[in-house]
């Protein structure tokens, strides 16, 4: 387990089979992390594709979200991807830890901002970015 890195504790159906998942919040973000597992590759052997947007997706939302929450009055905040772009670098194989580090750039009062890093230690994976819808 990488360090400062907890099970994950908000579950959802889709990630469920992922499980298990890590994470470790910090003062302006949500990272998580799992070991890439065969039942996270796709037919060529290394982690999918869809497996890494959806985390980096949930890692962005969650962080987006965490630092609406801050604002008085807004405690009960949420958020829905509207747009969501990844550029994969590299590929993780079975057996590499894979943290999903987000930065949130900017929440507003309708909208979030946030770019993430997908990195296998040194290795840059993938790098992605989302707006959010904020409710």
Not at 7 to 23: K, Y
Request: proline share 4%; glycine share 8%.
């Amino acid at each position: 387990m990488p360090t400062g890195y907890q099970p994950h504790t908000r579950r959802s159906p889709l990630t469920d089979p992922w499980e298990p998942l890590l994470s470790r919040q910090t003062a302006d973000a949500l990272y998580l992390a799992l070991e890439i597992r065969e039942a996270h590759c796709n037919a060529r052997g290394f982690a999918h594709g869809g497996l890494i947007s959806a985390l980096a997706d949930n890692a962005m939302g969650h962080s987006a979200v965490q630092q609406a929450r801050r604002r008085a009055g807004a405690e009960k905040a949420s958020a829905v991807t509207v747009s969501l772009s990844l550029d994969f670098i590299d590929t993780a194989q079975v057996g590499d830890c894979v943290e999903f580090q987000p930065t949130v750039l900017k929440v507003g009062r309708t909208l979030a901002f946030v770019d993430c890093r997908v990195v296998c230690g040194e290795r840059l994976i993938a790098r992605g970015s989302a707006s959010f819808r904020m409710v």
